[in-house]
């Protein structure tokens, strides 16, 4: 019923820049806070940035100054501008949204597949 759907990973050399964007379709009635997180091989899966419905933002320390999450309600998707990117920053990134279908009143989270970032000279 939901798909978030991830684009904009790749391979960047240190000190790039990269701009992921997730796009939620579906039976939505509402979206409430969304986010991006990250799992790096033999990592567990950690919170890089999150954004609520009313633009109140939330950044990993490891990338304050340096990623920067938006959001574009009418077009159900959410972005995350990265830059000065660094190794320690490769790692698959999943989107996430807290929302709400269609003729329910329960919130649910639902993820994306993914999206590969790596940062590599």
């Known amino acids: 019923q939901v798909q978030l759907v991830e684009s904009g990973g790749g391979l960047v050399q240190p000190g790039g820049s990269l701009r992921l964007s997730c796009a939620a379709s579906g039976s939505i009635s509402r979206i409430n806070a969304m986010g991006w997180y990250r799992q790096a091989p033999g990592k567990q899966r950690e919170l890089v940035a999150t954004?609520?419905?009313?633009?109140?933002?939330n950044y990993a320390d490891s990338v304050k100054g340096r990623c920067t999450i938006s959001r574009d309600n009418a077009k159900n998707t959410v972005y995350l501008q990265m830059n000065s990117l660094k190794p320690e920053d490769t790692a698959v990134y999943y989107c996430?949204?807290?929302?709400?279908?269609?003729?329910?009143?329960?919130?649910?989270?639902?993820w994306g597949q993914g999206t590969q970032v790596t940062v590599s000279s």
């Open positions: 954004i609520t419905g009313g633009g109140s933002t």
């Open positions: 996430n949204a807290d929302l709400i279908l269609t003729g329910s009143i329960l919130r649910r989270g639902y």
